[in-house]
């Protein structure tokens, strides 16, 4: 009887479609169906991700695809561009080798692992520093804002790579060292955008709501401020990877970065540009290797602002997401 009295249905209801139910149970992979459906409507977007992932992954099977990355083979030295080495197919050399035999190609992918390592490494520590920074200095104001932005104000009067290299010159330049170079000089612009943004959010009536429901001050920004910082946050981090990336190779070229026999984009320029008569492949890919991650980090940029801030789909799509 029970089954067949919950089996009736009420006239004039209607059935709850069954993507409705998959939603409301599964709301992750929802999301992620979404984000995926308007990534490949967007040509410019797919295209940058496409890439980037191409890069990650190239730099994730470094060891196994390009081990020889330090092997020196003077026979060869110099070499252009080819497939073929001693009558047999060698994909290494696709594109030639350096001054002391090494192929280029490996050591552009172990460089891959560099720039990524040290580019998503700097990003998230310096986004977690600024972001908090910002958040306490923009809702509680007053001094704590004072010391905390004439703090960024003095650290962003020194030339950013002029203190990463004074740092370097102190404690020797190595991967470590020059990724706390740039925690130190990165952290700012995140908390003065998060700062500037909060000063608006704590005067909306989702925060003073949870004042009257006897919510703490610290409970306010982490729980009700900080989701609503996701956009800002992911944009700026997403810039903030290719200037990282580009800091690196900077730091490498100028002999304070990675060194030999490691391998780093910068380094391989550094030790290209006195061979670039005789041997153009040696500052070209590398070269290429640096505009093309940047390029594909900020087309995906523009991409993930417009997804993750409710303001810029409603311009992009006409409708509220």
Do not use: C
Request: proline letters at 4%; zero cysteines.
């Amino acid at each position: 009887m029970t089954t067949s009295m919950r089996s009736l249905k009420v006239p004039g209801q209607v059935a709850e479609p069954t993507e409705h139910i998959a939603e409301r149970r599964f709301p992750f992979l929802h999301a992620l169906r979404e984000l995926l459906l308007d990534l490949v409507s967007d040509r410019v977007a797919l295209v940058g991700a496409l890439g980037f992932v191409m890069f990650l992954v190239m730099a994730i099977a470094a060891p196994v695809i390009a081990k020889d990355y330090t092997r020196q083979n003077l026979r060869l030295r110099l070499s252009a561009p080819t497939l073929v080495v001693n009558d047999e197919f060698n994909y290494h050399y696709a594109l030639g080798t350096d001054q002391l035999g090494r192929p280029i190609l490996d050591r552009i992918i172990h460089g891959s692992r560099v720039s990524l390592v040290v580019g998503l490494g700097v990003v998230l520590a310096t986004g977690t520093f600024g972001t908090v920074l910002g958040m306490l200095a923009g809702f509680f104001g007053g001094r704590v804002d004072n010391i905390i932005m004439r703090w960024v104000d003095i650290q962003t009067a020194f030339p950013g790579l002029l203190v990463a290299l004074t740092i370097l010159i102190m404690l020797g330049p190595n991967l470590e060292n020059m990724m706390l170079a740039l925690m130190i000089n990165g952290w700012m612009i995140f908390a003065r955008i998060i700062r500037g943004i909060t000063l608006s959010l704590r005067e909306e009536l989702f925060v003073r709501a949870a004042r009257v429901i006897g919510s703490s001050d610290l409970r306010i920004v982490f729980v009700h401020i900080l989701p609503n910082l996701v956009s800002p946050i992911l944009t700026i981090a997403i810039m903030e990877l290719a200037r990282i990336i580009l800091a690196e190779a900077a730091l490498s070229f100028l002999g304070m970065g990675i060194q030999p026999p490691e391998s780093s984009w910068g380094l391989m320029l550094a030790d290209g540009r006195d061979y670039m008569a005789r041997a153009w492949w040696l500052v070209t890919f590398p070269g290429v290797a640096i505009a093309l991650t940047v390029l594909f980090i900020n087309m995906v940029a523009g991409w993930l602002r417009s997804v993750s801030d409710p303001q810029q789909r409603f311009k992009k799509f006409g409708k509220e997401a």
